[in-house]
């Protein structure tokens, strides 16, 4: 039997955060990333033309706005954005902490907003 390493990952230390926006990579799965976002504003519109999205909402909520409706995701819920499609992400409140579940290397195409 091979002895493993384990890395504990403290999700209170990877958000201690004062930006008003960090997104950063804290593990690797397979062929995907798990990464970590805080945000105090809203990202623009993009879409990932290579890979599906999962969010899972930690702290806050978060709004996910698609060309013909927004989707609110409290604390505890999640939700898979399909590759190629349009959309932004926002905090709900003053400050959103959240993980995403993307293929590692996924392309980020920024798009205009929606009737633009």
Same mark, same amino acid.
């Given at each position: $039997?091979?002895? @493993? =390493?384990? #890395?504990?990952?403290?999700? =209170?230390?990877?958000? %201690? &955060?004062? #930006? ?6 804290? %593990? @690797?799965?397979?062929?995907? #990333? /798990?990464?970590?976002?805080? $945000? &105090?504003? %809203? ?10 999205? @999962?969010? !899972?909402?930690? #702290?806050?909520? !978060? ?7 927004? /989707?609110? !995701? !409290?604390?505890?819920? $999640? ?5 190629? *499609? ?9 400050? @959103? *902490? ?11 195409? %920024?798009?205009? =907003?929606?009737?633009?």
């Amino acid at each position: $039997m091979q002895s @493993s =390493s384990f #890395e504990v990952i403290s999700l =209170s230390t990877e958000s %201690a &955060t004062a #930006e008003s926006y960090n997104n950063h990579s804290i %593990a @690797s799965v397979n062929d995907h #990333e /798990v990464r970590i976002s805080i $945000m &105090t504003e %809203a990202y623009p519109w993009h879409c990932h033309p290579d890979s599906d999205e @999962s969010f !899972l909402a930690l #702290e806050g909520g !978060l709004f996910l706005d698609f060309d013909d409706q927004t /989707v609110e !995701l !409290l604390p505890g819920h $999640m939700i898979t954005v399909k590759r190629g *499609v349009r959309h932004r992400t926002r905090p709900i409140h003053d400050r @959103s *902490v959240n993980l995403t579940f993307e293929r590692a290397n996924a392309q980020t195409e %920024a798009l205009p =907003s929606p009737g633009e």
